[in-house]
């Protein structure tokens, strides 16, 4: 019996480019469960490659494995870990947040998202839970300065944003706010993240979900 279930966990439901999708963590969508930075990555990689793929020399949603990669080791090392992504050039460079401090284990409890936005020359964060990652935000924002090739050094400011109710769902929350602002920034439109409500964040979840699997069966 636990042979069946791990062999259930370890199926492989999607291969998409750069990530690689479980069933474990597909599973993660139904239900309660926190989400884990390969959702976040899929999605990251969907949006950059299909959504706005048009706007791609503008625009850069990193993967959280990379973000975490870039906050675990000395700066001068960020600008190899990023080489390929070009963040120089991008106008606007979004980067999900994890308050795992070890970087010996997988962990963490909590997501957020840091956007920055070169015309202002300003990292924005955002943080569905009162703040609790601006340490961590501010840290990886230091980080990240050389390889943005910012004018200057960037402002730091919190947008207020809808928060979650409850303590799983800040992962959804990263998810919908990187979409939302990425339309609204790209379209110079106002920021307006209102619609994220608890109703709108389990309507994206289970929109993925079967978003993932429609992409098995066709890719």
């Not at 870039?70 to 308050?99: Q, Y």
Request: glycine share 4%; with cysteine; proline share 4%.
């Amino acid at each position: 019996m636990a042979s069946a279930r791990t062999a259930y966990a370890n199926e492989i439901v999607l291969s998409f480019f750069d990530t690689l999708i479980y069933r474990r963590d597909l599973d993660l969508l139904r239900g309660k469960n926190w989400i884990n930075d390969v959702l976040i990555g899929y999605y990251n990689e969907y949006l950059e490659k299909f959504v706005y793929n048009d706007h791609r020399k503008d625009v850069a949603l990193i993967h959280p494995d990379v973000v975490f990669a870039c906050s675990s080791v000395d700066p001068i090392e960020v600008i190899d870990i990023t080489k390929d992504l070009d963040l120089a050039g991008k106008k606007f460079v979004f980067m999900p947040i994890n308050n795992n401090s070890d970087v010996a284990e997988a962990g963490g409890t909590h997501w957020s998202l840091l956007v920055y936005h070169r015309t202002n020359n300003t990292y924005y964060h955002l943080d569905s839970w009162n703040e609790h990652n601006r340490h961590h935000a501010h840290f990886t924002a230091n980080q990240m300065e050389k390889v943005l090739n910012a004018p200057e050094r960037p402002n730091f400011e919190s947008i207020e944003v809808p928060p979650q109710h409850n303590g799983y769902d800040c992962g959804m929350y990263v998810m919908c706010f990187s979409e939302l602002l990425c339309h609204q920034y790209l379209s110079n439109s106002k920021v307006d993240l209102s619609s994220v409500t608890p109703e709108f964040v389990a309507e994206k979840r289970q929109k993925i979900y079967d978003q993932i699997l429609h992409l098995r069966e066709i890719m």
